[in-house]
């Protein structure tokens, strides 16, 4: 069964950093394209960034600079460090594999995890 876990959301304050974990299993591999989305209450899911099998990253404006995409091949790991956090950035936070269609679309992953929420206080 193919599966995405997040893990490490909770509660911050605006300027500190959360560093969020997302497991995958299955036949997720090495070699998938992986990405961070994220949903706001009322809002649709926006998405952050994505990273290579190779480790090459592209980020959304919104979070450039301040949210860094790794990975860990050997262990089927992918990982969100989050500095400099606003309110804004409260909001549910999921990974995603990529399958087919649009790298910054939804519609571009085709197996999703629960979400973890992050909430930043003012």
């Known amino acids: 069964q193919v599966q995405v876990v997040e893990s490490g959301g909770g509660l911050v304050q605006a300027g500190g950093s959360l560093r969020l974990s997302c497991a995958a299993s299955?036949?997720?591999?090495?070699?998938?394209?992986m990405g961070w989305y994220r949903q706001a209450p009322g809002k649709e899911r926006e998405w952050i960034g994505s990273i290579s099998p190779g480790g090459g990253t592209n980020y959304a404006d919104a979070v450039k600079g301040r949210f860094t995409i790794s990975r860990d091949n050997a262990k089927l790991m992918v990982y969100l460090q989050m500095n400099s956090l606003k309110p804004e950035d409260t909001a549910v936070y999921y990974c995603?594999?990529?399958?087919?269609?649009?790298?910054?679309?939804?519609?571009?992953?085709?197996?999703w995890g629960q979400g973890t929420q992050i909430t930043v206080s003012s």
């Open positions: 299955g036949s997720i591999s090495s070699l998938n394209i």
């Open positions: 995603g594999k990529r399958g087919t269609g649009p790298l910054t679309s939804e519609k571009g992953y085709d197996v």
